[in-house]
């Protein structure tokens, strides 16, 4: 079975602007393409970066599965907002971006007419002006019409990455996206992070290009399945 580059499962639609999204991982052990993983011990709230780094690829793909519910753990909890969602797919507005990029959509403009409903939905910003700043960002301004399978390799990796922030995730997993991540990329998350909170988990691989200083944001922190992240 496969799955689009961004798994889509909308927020609850009543959205408590005093209520910051937590992700906790609670002594985690799971199946990856390495063997058993673990423990993995994180709490991440809104606004938080955090980058997870991990044996080799296949590890980060069943750890995403697992957050998401899809695939359940050998042992610990995967607990969001306070509740026990170990194994089930909850509409908990997690957005994970793996690669090969997929799209249902046809057009570029199809793509982010979807997702700016699901952000809009939301109701924490406006939509509008939030759309115009991403298309110039990202330079997909004039450019809605054009075929997504036309689109080269970099643009396709960033119209996944706008999709993606256009739905206003509390969390935004990025496995193996980009290494280096390019300026551009950056500038859309750094901008969309300066409207609406948003916790960002990167997972990365021993086959990953080395992290580069600053690529994460300030305040990233770097960490292992060995130790622990967050109180």
């Not at 090969?100 to 409903?117: L, N, Q």
């Not at 109701?123 to 019409?145: H, K, N, P, W």
């Not at 290494?179 to 992070?193: C, E, G, I, S, W």
């Amino acid at each position: 079975m496969q799955f689009p580059v961004a798994w889509y499962f909308p927020l609850d639609m009543t959205v408590n602007e005093e209520k910051k999204f937590t992700l906790k991982l609670d002594d985690l052990f799971y199946k990856g393409a390495s063997g058993i993983v673990g423990p993995i011990n994180l709490k991440i709230h809104e606004g938080e970066d955090a980058v997870l780094s991990l044996g080799e690829p296949g590890d980060g793909l069943a750890l995403v599965r697992v957050i998401k519910g899809i695939s359940p753990p050998q042992k610990g909890k995967v607990i969001k907002d306070g509740w026990d969602a170990t194994g089930y797919v909850t509409p908990d507005g997690c957005v994970a971006l793996i690669e090969p990029e997929r799209f249902f959509s046809v057009t570029v403009r199809d793509e982010i007419a979807f997702s700016s409903r699901v952000g809009e939905s939301k109701g924490r910003v406006s939509m509008a002006a939030f759309l115009r700043a991403l298309l110039d960002l990202s330079g997909f301004a004039g450019r809605e019409t054009q075929k997504i399978e036309g689109l080269n390799v970099g643009d396709r990796r960033l119209l996944a990455l706008l999709s993606a922030l256009l739905m206003l995730p509390n969390l935004l997993i990025l496995f193996e996206t980009w290494r280096p991540f390019p300026p551009v990329a950056q500038h859309l998350m750094n901008y969309a992070k300066s409207v609406t909170p948003m916790a960002v988990l990167r997972i990365v691989t021993n086959d990953s290009v080395p992290l580069e200083s600053g690529e994460c944001g300030r305040g990233t922190t770097v960490f292992s399945p060995e130790q622990s992240y967050g109180s």
